[in-house]
């Protein structure tokens, strides 16, 4: 399974981002898809998944400004971020779950830089 993420930037306070990440993966539509980032020096963190029935959850740091979605024909799932902090500066990258475990490799993710 490849996982290709793009979107990301240098973004001022305030604004908004859009996300992608394409899957190669058959049977995209079954599985949970999350979004993760990772700031320098901290761990991993789950910000956003989207089930394959279209439920979704969220960090609670992001809940009202992030926005999870998914395009199962594109096999692509999305991000959108609006209201952006310097502290939602991090990678971002994008995995499958199974019974909430991520199983693919990751990608090479897409650096979000919220600065002025």
């Known amino acids: 399974v490849q996982l290709v993420e793009s979107g990301g930037g240098l973004v001022q306070p305030g604004g908004s981002l859009r996300l992608s990440c394409a899957a190669s993966n058959t049977y995209f539509s079954m599985y949970d898809m999350g979004w993760y980032r990772q700031a320098p020096g901290t761990q991993r963190e789950l910000v956003a998944l989207?089930?394959?029935?279209?439920?979704?959850n969220y960090l609670d740091s992001v809940k009202g400004r992030f926005t999870v979605s998914r395009d199962n024909a594109k096999k692509t799932v999305y991000l959108q971020m609006t209201s952006l902090k310097p502290e939602d500066t991090a990678v971002y990258y994008c995995?499958?779950?199974?019974?909430?475990?991520?199983?693919?490799?990751w990608g090479q993710g897409t650096q979000v830089t919220v600065s002025s």
């Open positions: 995995n499958i779950l199974v019974g909430g475990t991520v199983v693919a490799s």
């Open positions: 989207i089930a394959g029935g279209g439920s979704t």
